[in-house]
T-cell receptor
Framework: EPEVTQTPSHQVTQMGQEVILRCVPISNHLYFYWYRQILGQKVEFLVSFYNNEISEKSEIFDDQFSVERPDGSNFTLKIRSTKLEDSAMYFC???????????FGPGTRLLVL | KQEVTQIPAALSVPEGENLVLNCSFTDSAIYNLQWFRQDPGKGLTSLLLIQSSQREQTSGRLNASLDKSSGRSTLYIAASQPGDSATYLCVLLNQAGTALIFGKGTTLSVSS
């Protein structure tokens, strides 16, 4: 069964460093998403992406964040200068069409020291 | 701003019991409502999806209802099993269909 994959599973970085989180969505899906979950808190929407453009972004998704689909398979989230409060589990998701079920990857646990 | 509240936050039941998880939301302008399952250290799995025009959906031992006018949804689990132990998340898709809005979840523990 097709699934969303994410790499790395864990990343530790120093405050101020740039990180890139990678995702491979399900191959025939057209809509891509990033969410995050700070430990003990609810999952929060970051950004949705379609047709090589951001469709919607939340207040969390400020200028420190960017997304890219560099090729036909990968979808990346870049955090330009990490802060302590960026420590969280980051989930990538994809869906075939707007409004359809979003399929989630296993997540990348980011720890900023 | 849409808020999703789930009650109870945690629930412990013996195996075989039927149970109901509750969800309420503040804005009825939604695309659909989903119930997800989250296992520790793992991703999120969609269990049931109810379109905004529907009232309920069933999958095996799970039944979810939606009452948009009152801003409520319930997830009914029949004959609970230890393998059902997980966190259950009530999740709304916004009206534009572009973003999921999550509740904090109900953590269920089923003992054998």
């Amino acid at each position: 069964e097709p699934e969303v994959t994410q790499t790395p599973s864990h990343q530790v970085t120093q405050m101020g460093q740039e990180v890139i989180l990678r995702c491979v969505p399900i191959s025939n899906h057209l809509y891509f998403y990033w969410y995050r979950q700070i430990l003990g808190q609810k999952v929060e929407f970051l950004v949705s992406f379609y047709n090589n453009e951001i469709s919607e972004k939340s207040e969390i998704f400020d200028d420190q964040f960017s997304v890219e689909r560099p090729d036909g398979s990968n979808f990346t989230l870049k955090i330009r200068s990490t802060k302590l409060e960026d420590s969280a589990m980051y989930f990538c998701a994809s869906s075939g069409q707007l409004g359809e079920t979003q399929y989630f990857g296993p997540g990348t646990r980011l720890l900023v020291l | 701003k849409q808020e999703v509240t789930q009650i109870p936050a945690a629930l412990s039941v013996p195996e075989g019991e039927n149970l109901v998880l509750n969800c309420s939301f503040t804005d009825s302008a939604i695309y659909n409502l989903q119930w997800f399952r989250q296992d520790p250290g793992k991703g999120l799995t969609s269990l049931l999806l109810i379109q905004s025009s529907q009232r309920e959906q069933t999958s095996g031992r799970l039944n979810a209802s939606l009452d948009k006018s009152s801003g409520r949804s319930t997830l009914y689990i029949a004959a609970s099993q230890p393998g059902d132990s997980a966190t259950y998340l009530c999740v709304l898709l916004n009206q534009a269909g572009t973003a999921l809005i999550f509740g904090k979840g109900t953590t269920l523990s089923v003992s054998s």
